[in-house]
């Protein structure tokens, strides 16, 4: 195994440690799985935990970055051991593996490669507003119930997204069917996960594709995949 990743180059390495740093601002203990196979670089981070024996639920971020030497990995490192590697300019285009290993339950789940089959579009300004309503609604249930606030948090980011969207009509015209119940479903959580990890780009739209029981947001920065 590969003891240092070389990514294509210097800005590769930074936008790397920008997705990690936003990942952890999610879970200041979260992970990162980092798989190789080849020139390619898949990293992985976990958005939010899904339940039961199939995990339904589970939101995973996803970016990919050319490498600038082959490599065969596939490690799960903690979030904090790449932002502190990624933060050294002297390393130029280096990774050094972290030597340290983080548990994560959801990085024992692999979305599928394909096929992917298309089932529409997104505004992404919708998503955005979408997310910064559900984060607003959950910061007022922590405030209020504190450690209680789970239950609101899990019924926030399961809602359908052009449910949660009713308070903006002008975003909801520009999606798809112009109103809830449209084609396009996606829970809220996918919403927030594009959202918190920086893939939107104001006034983009975001694709949707599914693979069996599995739903991809492929935004300007990033996917997100949901179980």
Same mark, same amino acid.
């Given at each position: 195994?590969?003891?240092?990743?070389?990514?294509?180059?210097?800005?590769?390495?930074?936008d790397?440690?920008?997705?990690?740093?936003?990942?952890?601002a999610?879970?200041?203990?979260?992970?990162?799985?980092?798989?190789?196979?080849?020139?390619?670089?898949?990293?992985?981070?976990?958005? *939010? !935990?899904? @339940?039961?024996? #199939? /995990?339904?639920?589970?939101? $995973?971020?996803?970016?990919t970055?050319?490498?600038?030497? =082959?490599?065969?990995v596939?490690?799960?490192?903690?979030?904090?051991?790449?932002?502190?590697?990624?933060?050294?300019?002297?390393l130029?285009?280096?990774l050094? *593996? !972290?030597? @340290?290993?983080? #548990? /994560?339950?959801?990085?024992? $789940?692999?979305p599928?490669?394909?096929?992917?089959?298309? =089932?529409?579009?997104?505004?992404?300004?919708?998503?955005?507003?979408?997310?910064?309503?559900?984060?607003?609604?959950?910061s007022?249930?922590?405030?209020?119930?504190?450690a209680?606030?789970?239950?609101?948090?899990?019924?926030?980011?399961?809602?359908?997204?052009?449910?949660?969207?009713g308070?903006?009509?002008?975003?909801?015209?520009?999606?798809?069917?112009?109103?809830?119940g449209?084609?396009?479903?996606?829970?809220a959580?996918?919403?927030?996960?594009?959202?918190a990890?920086?893939?939107?780009?104001?006034g983009?739209?975001?694709?949707?594709?599914?693979?069996?029981?599995?739903?991809?947001?492929?935004?300007?920065?990033?996917?997100?995949?949901?179980?």
């Amino acid at each position: 195994m590969s003891e240092v990743l070389r990514l294509a180059d210097p800005q590769s390495l930074a936008d790397l440690g920008r997705f990690a740093a936003r990942a952890r601002a999610v879970d200041d203990e979260g992970a990162m799985r980092l798989q190789a196979d080849g020139g390619v670089l898949a990293a992985w981070v976990g958005v *939010l !935990p899904g @339940t039961g024996i #199939l /995990a339904e639920g589970t939101v $995973l971020g996803l970016r990919t970055f050319t490498l600038a030497e =082959a490599a065969e990995v596939d490690v799960v490192v903690p979030l904090g051991a790449v932002t502190d590697r990624t933060a050294r300019d002297v390393l130029g285009t280096d990774l050094p *593996l !972290p030597p @340290t290993r983080a #548990l /994560a339950p959801w990085s024992a $789940l692999t979305p599928p490669r394909g096929p992917w089959e298309p =089932a529409g579009t997104l505004p992404g300004d919708l998503l955005a507003a979408v997310a910064r309503d559900g984060l607003a609604e959950v910061s007022d249930a922590v405030r209020e119930r504190g450690a209680a606030a789970g239950f609101v948090r899990d019924r926030v980011w399961a809602r359908d997204v052009l449910e949660a969207a009713g308070p903006h009509p002008d975003l909801l015209a520009a999606a798809p069917g112009g109103m809830p119940g449209g084609e396009v479903a996606v829970r809220a959580g996918g919403a927030f996960a594009a959202y918190a990890l920086g893939f939107l780009a104001p006034g983009e739209d975001v694709r949707v594709f599914r693979s069996n029981r599995w739903t991809r947001l492929t935004a300007a920065g990033g996917h997100v995949l949901m179980r």
